[in-house]
């Protein structure tokens, strides 16, 4: 359970800080970057491949586009699809530790041995062939990181449920009459919050980067503006002309942004003291 006194740690933590100052920049830039930055839709083939300067901060890419308009406009893609994608896994992963760890037997057992089997398939190998199977479109991006991402979660909450449901509040609770589904949501959940935020945000930097992969070999959402889908176009052709500002920009954003995500996480659990 997050006490008052992890909040005050918050505060000194240097890793969460850092992390959300990161985190915050890059999703101030997504909110209101478009409104500063034109869409960069409009080709201009006499401006193609030039490099960084005044005009074009981060250059521009074969089309004659800002890069830079491209990386504030993708921001938003790649933020929406790695927060919505990891909550659903976190979801997902949560419930199934949760059921999993508290009733054990033969229920434990094959939500388990279902997990172990999602854990064992190479998750990009997975992504790419469900991705082939269902179409590109946002929503099958999100789907597939959520689908790929949620074993990590259970088998951790299962953990930390199998040393939570014999303390003393819990066995309380059964005695008081308090139902199953209380216990879970009411009284465990919570005790295991920090460990299921932690892991959270942590698998918001893998779906991140997962979304960016999947667009780079071409089988994610290459219609779209993002990150991945400015890297897609820039292995094509940049090395070719040099461009070297075209694939260094989004590269590094998806770095310093998956950084700040990892960081928040690896503070929230240096202040709840679950490493």
Do not use: C
């Not at 190479?122 to 597939?144: C, D, K, N, Q, R």
């Not at 308090?178 to 949501?185: A, D, H, M, P, Q």
């Amino acid at each position: 359970m997050i006490k008052s006194s992890d909040i005050t740690n918050a505060f000194s933590n240097k890793k969460l800080l850092s992390g959300t100052v990161i985190t915050a920049t890059f999703v101030l830039i997504a909110i209101f970057g478009p409104f500063v930055v034109s869409n960069p839709v409009q080709p201009a083939l006499d401006l193609a491949y030039l490099p960084p300067s005044l005009r074009f901060p981060l250059g521009t890419d074969n089309w004659g586009r800002s890069v830079l308009a491209e990386l504030v406009w993708g921001s938003r893609i790649s933020l929406t699809v790695g927060v919505v994608s990891a909550t659903a896994a976190t979801l997902i992963g949560t419930l199934v530790g949760l059921v999993a760890g508290y009733f054990g037997g033969i229920v434990g057992e094959v939500m388990m041995r279902l997990t172990d089997i999602m854990l064992i398939i190479p998750p990009l190998a997975l992504m790419i062939l469900l991705a082939v199977y269902l179409g590109p479109s946002e929503t099958t991006v999100i789907f597939i990181i959520a689908i790929t991402a949620w074993p990590f979660i259970a088998r951790t909450v299962r953990s930390e449920v199998l040393t939570r449901k014999n303390r003393t509040y819990v066995h309380a609770a059964k005695v008081t009459g308090v139902g199953t589904r209380e216990i879970l949501f009411s009284y465990i959940l919570p005790d295991i919050l920090p460990v299921v935020l932690a892991n959270a945000v942590l698998t918001v930097t893998a779906a991140i980067v997962a979304e960016a992969t999947l667009d780079f070999i071409g089988v994610g959402v290459t219609s779209i503006v993002s990150w991945g889908e400015i890297l897609y176009w820039a292995q094509q052709s940049a090395f070719y002309y040099n461009a070297w500002w075209w694939i260094l920009s989004p590269g590094l954003a998806i770095g310093a942004l998956g950084t700040g995500f990892m960081m928040i996480g690896l503070g929230v659990e240096e202040i709840t003291g679950h490493r």
